[in-house]
């Protein structure tokens, strides 16, 4: 890792000393304040024996967030730019039905140097909790043969709709209700255009304090070769070794990709051999004539398991007989991973009924036990940047076994939770 830091800074100072062109005989534009304003309700049934006192099995449960969400940027001239977003969120809920529904509020992330305590306020008599996010922070450097992002950004890799085996910095859950923004971290990339439609990117994500076992070092190249687009990776993060590939293209009038992910589990510091993984997403999608929308996504993830009764399990160690701890496995504390089947199959569907009147439907079906987790939704456009949406997920399979304090599943997605919503948003 030493390494990759020299060399990194070996090309910046090449980068520094190239000629700069700025803005000439015009004023740089004015810095803007963009953002949006978001208020959710959620009502939430959970699942039979998934809960802990004093939540309930049998009992609704009703959550009310708001997100406002501010972001600065400004382009000084033509080479240089900066940008900031920050979030707060007030949330009124029980403190313990936050803390069983971490997906609803901001998450601690991993791939962040120092970071806000994100809870400014938290379990006050009346139930009001409040978040906060300083979500983006970063400069970017534009030069003739090369642009440089410094900063906290957001990286997203992949292609695939849901699943992404290659993004491990910020991956989305399927129930994610807030899908406008990847979560930023705290990197350094440097993109070097190769070509009209290709590109190499080269990127440091520094993890907590900086520690280089905490940290990610990535190369991906980019390349269009017989109308395809191609991204080939390699990447170090936490000691683990990825090998990743990306693919789309156009197969007459349907969309196609390809997206796989080899990950070699502790590769740089003490192998764990029966830790390594391989993730794959695959998928086809086609835009009808009549304004309907229609895609299905395969995905097989190979540090699942297709035993239903070993679901949880199966994603620790073997428990440590001196500390009586067993530590999740490398795919998902690191790797992003959360599902715990082999296969799946995600279809799903737009419609818009009118301009201004859109309907979605899509599902997560594990194919070994062939439960499922059901998401629709409806948006409707009060007026320009004002939108209401109503929706709800919806799980469907058996229902797991609590015996002796010993939770045994006999399907995956009934562990989930259903849950309805209803919410406001508004851009400026």
């Not at 015009?26 to 024996?49: C, D, H, I, R, W």
């Not at 313990?96 to 791939?111: C, D, E, M, T």
């Not at 419609?351 to 409806?378: K, Q, R, W």
């Given at each position: 890792?030493?390494y990759?830091?020299?060399?990194?800074?070996?090309?910046?100072?090449?980068?520094?000393?190239?000629?700069?062109?700025?803005?000439?005989?015009?004023?740089?534009?004015?810095?803007?304040?963009?953002?949006?304003?978001?208020?959710?309700?959620?009502v939430?049934?959970?699942?039979?024996?998934?809960?802990?006192?004093?939540?309930?099995?049998?009992?609704?449960?009703?959550?009310?967030?708001?997100?406002?969400?501010?972001?600065?940027?400004?382009?000084?001239?033509?080479?240089?730019?900066?940008?900031?977003?920050?979030?707060?969120?007030?949330?009124?809920?029980?403190?313990?039905?936050?803390?069983?529904?971490?997906?609803?509020?901001?998450?601690?992330?991993?791939?962040?140097?120092?970071?806000?305590?994100?809870?400014l306020?938290?379990?006050t008599?009346?139930?009001l909790?409040?978040?906060?996010?300083?979500?983006?922070?970063?400069?970017?450097?534009?030069?003739?043969?090369?642009?440089?992002?410094?900063?906290?950004?957001?990286?997203?890799?992949?292609?695939?709709?849901f699943?992404?085996?290659?993004?491990?910095?910020?991956?989305?859950?399927?129930?994610?209700?807030n899908?406008?923004?990847?979560?930023?971290?705290?990197?350094?990339?440097?993109?070097?255009?190769?070509?009209?439609?290709?590109?190499?990117?080269?990127?440091?994500?520094?993890?907590?304090?900086?520690?280089?076992?905490?940290?990610?070092?990535?190369?991906?190249?980019h390349?269009?070769?017989?109308?395809?687009?191609?991204?080939?990776?390699?990447?170090?993060?936490?000691n683990?070794?990825?090998?990743?590939?990306?693919?789309?293209?156009?197969?007459?009038?349907?969309?196609?990709?390809?997206?796989?992910?080899?990950?070699?589990?502790?590769e740089?510091?003490?192998?764990?051999?029966?830790?390594?993984?391989?993730?794959?997403?695959?998928?086809?999608?086609?835009?009808?004539?009549?304004?309907?929308y229609?895609?299905?996504?395969y995905?097989?993830?190979?540090?699942?398991?297709?035993?239903?009764?070993?679901?949880?399990?199966?994603?620790?160690?073997?428990?440590?007989?001196?500390?009586?701890?067993?530590?999740?496995?490398?795919?998902?504390?690191?790797?992003?991973?959360?599902?715990?089947?082999?296969?799946?199959?995600?279809?799903?569907?737009?419609?818009?009924?009118?301009?201004?009147?859109?309907?979605?439907?899509?599902?997560?079906?594990?194919?070994?036990?062939?439960?499922?987790?059901?998401?629709?939704?409806?948006?409707?456009?009060?007026?320009?940047?004002?939108?209401?949406?109503?929706?709800?997920?919806?799980?469907?399979?058996?229902?797991?076994?609590m015996?002796?304090?010993?939770?045994?599943?006999?399907?995956?997605?009934?562990?989930?939770?259903?849950?309805?919503?209803?919410?406001?948003?508004?851009?400026?």
């Amino acid at each position: 890792m030493q390494y990759y830091i020299q060399i990194w800074g070996l090309m910046i100072s090449v980068l520094l000393m190239a000629p700069a062109s700025r803005l000439h005989g015009n004023e740089p534009p004015a810095p803007s304040l963009t953002g949006y304003l978001k208020s959710t309700m959620m009502v939430q049934q959970f699942a039979p024996n998934t809960v802990l006192p004093p939540l309930e099995e049998d009992k609704a449960y009703t959550m009310f967030q708001s997100q406002l969400r501010l972001r600065l940027f400004h382009e000084s001239s033509d080479i240089f730019s900066f940008e900031t977003a920050y979030v707060i969120s007030p949330t009124a809920a029980t403190p313990s039905l936050i803390a069983s529904q971490g997906f609803l509020h901001p998450r601690k992330n991993a791939h962040r140097m120092f970071d806000l305590d994100d809870k400014l306020r938290e379990n006050t008599p009346r139930d009001l909790s409040l978040f906060q996010n300083l979500d983006r922070c970063n400069i970017n450097v534009f030069f003739p043969s090369a642009d440089l992002h410094l900063g906290r950004q957001a990286i997203a890799f992949g292609s695939g709709k849901f699943i992404n085996p290659t993004d491990i910095f910020s991956p989305f859950l399927f129930q994610d209700l807030n899908k406008e923004n990847k979560t930023g971290v705290d990197a350094l990339r440097l993109t070097l255009p190769t070509g009209d439609l290709s590109e190499i990117d080269l990127g440091i994500v520094l993890g907590k304090d900086g520690k280089m076992d905490n940290n990610a070092v990535f190369l991906r190249t980019h390349l269009y070769l017989f109308n395809t687009d191609l991204s080939l990776m390699v990447m170090d993060f936490n000691n683990n070794l990825m090998l990743g590939f990306d693919m789309t293209r156009s197969i007459s009038q349907a969309g196609f990709w390809l997206e796989a992910a080899h990950v070699f589990a502790g590769e740089f510091d003490t192998p764990i051999k029966e830790e390594d993984y391989f993730r794959l997403v695959s998928g086809v999608d086609f835009s009808f004539p009549d304004n309907t929308y229609l895609f299905v996504e395969y995905h097989y993830n190979s540090p699942g398991t297709e035993a239903e009764n070993n679901y949880i399990a199966h994603t620790r160690r073997t428990i440590n007989p001196f500390t009586g701890f067993a530590p999740l496995k490398t795919a998902y504390t690191h790797g992003g991973t959360y599902l715990m089947g082999r296969h799946y199959l995600i279809p799903g569907i737009t419609y818009e009924i009118t301009p201004l009147f859109t309907g979605t439907l899509h599902s997560l079906i594990n194919l070994t036990d062939f439960s499922s987790y059901m998401a629709a939704s409806v948006e409707y456009s009060l007026r320009q940047d004002f939108f209401l949406e109503v929706g709800g997920f919806l799980a469907m399979g058996e229902s797991a076994d609590m015996e002796k304090g010993a939770l045994t599943p006999h399907s995956e997605f009934g562990l989930y939770a259903n849950m309805i919503y209803a919410g406001l948003r508004f851009y400026f």
